[in-house]
């Protein structure tokens, strides 16, 4: 089950959610994401790094034009608040050989981070959802989509 809408509010608060980023490359996008979460509160500025590693390492392309970059499992102790970014490309970036517009960065804690991954994975394979992600134009309408 996704997220509840009170859940992703507090997780996806508004200065999180960029609807008309652009990236010159994946790590551009990784790094935006990071930020997002790091103005929030929920990450240490270290934890972007970590980011970046996690995509050396696999890459956090999930399908259907979407990625959900994370921290290494070292990273945990950079977590100072479970939290979620969002960027909506308005163009795509190259992601380990497929194209990009939706990226939903994560920050959480021990088995919740795996809890969230795959919820959000979960509430992201109706295609018509993620189709409709990249049609939002509100905050409020991204975090209804990912709680539906």
Request: hydrophobic share 45%; charged share 20%; proline share 5%.
């Amino acid at each position: 089950m996704a997220p509840t809408l009170d859940e992703l509010s507090r997780l996806l608060p508004t200065p999180s959610i960029n609807l008309s980023a652009r990236a010159a490359t994946r790590d551009d996008a990784v790094r935006q994401a990071g930020a997002l979460l790091v103005a929030a509160g929920a990450v240490d500025p270290d934890y972007v790094d970590q980011m970046l590693e996690r995509e050396r390492i696999v890459s956090t392309f999930v399908g259907d034009g979407i990625a959900m970059p994370h921290g290494t499992l070292t990273a945990k102790s950079d977590v100072i608040n479970e939290g979620l970014s969002v960027l909506l490309l308005a163009k795509p970036v190259d992601w380990a050989g497929q194209p990009v517009t939706l990226v939903i960065g994560i920050a959480a804690h021990g088995r919740r981070y795996i809890t969230l991954l795959s919820q959000l994975a979960a509430a992201l394979l109706d295609e018509g959802r993620a189709t409709s992600l990249r049609e939002a134009t509100t905050a409020e309408r991204v975090r209804a989509l990912l709680a539906s």
